[in-house]
Nanobody
Framework: VQLQASGGGLVQAGDSLRLSCAAS????????MAWFRQAPGKEREFVAA????????DYADSVKGRFTASRDNTRNTVSLQMNSPKPQDTAVYYC????????????????????WGQGTLVTVSS
C-alpha cells in the first residue's frame, strides 16, 4: 500500500492551498480516508476525514469552515482544500487510510488508521 501526498509548500495566510494524496496497492473504496497533521514539537492531530463513498466528512474544530476534504474514487485520490490558512496550520500533513467498516462514519483516532503516507510540509507565513 502506498499513499503519496503532494501539494505542500509555502503559502501566505489567507491564500489557498490544495493537498492531494494518491493511493495505490489497495481497494480504495474499502477505506475511509483522513488527513492528520503534526506541527514541530506537537503531537499528531486529526484534521479531516471522508467516508468510503465520500458522503460523510468530519473536521477538527480548528479547521471547520476553512478546509474541505474530498475524494475521487475513480482516480483513487483524496484531497484537502485549505482556504484561509493561518500560521498555526503550519505542519506536516499526512494522508491515511482506515479499513474498518464503521457504518458510514469515520474516526478521529490516529491509532485506528491502518496505512500512512510520508507527509507533505505546509508552511503558512503571516
Amino acid at each position: 500500500v502506498q499513499l503519496q501526498a503532494s501539494g505542500g509548500g509555502l503559502v501566505q495566510a489567507g491564500d489557498s492551498l490544495r493537498l492531494s494524496c494518491a493511493a495505490s496497492g489497495l481497494t480504495f473504496t474499502n477505506y475511509n480516508m483522513a488527513w492528520f497533521r503534526q506541527a514541530p514539537g506537537k503531537e499528531r492531530e486529526f484534521v479531516a476525514a471522508v467516508s468510503r463513498n465520500g458522503g460523510m466528512t468530519d473536521y477538527a474544530d480548528s479547521v471547520k469552515g476553512r478546509f474541505t476534504a474530498s475524494r475521487d474514487n475513480t482516480r483513487n485520490t483524496v484531497s484537502l482544500q485549505m482556504n484561509s490558512p493561518k500560521p498555526q496550520d503550519t505542519a506536516v500533513y499526512y494522508c491515511t487510510a482506515d479499513l474498518t467498516w464503521r457504518a458510514g462514519k469515520t474516526t478521529t483516532f490516529a491509532t485506528e488508521y491502518d496505512f500512512w503516507g510520508q507527509g507533505t510540509l505546509v508552511t503558512v507565513s503571516s
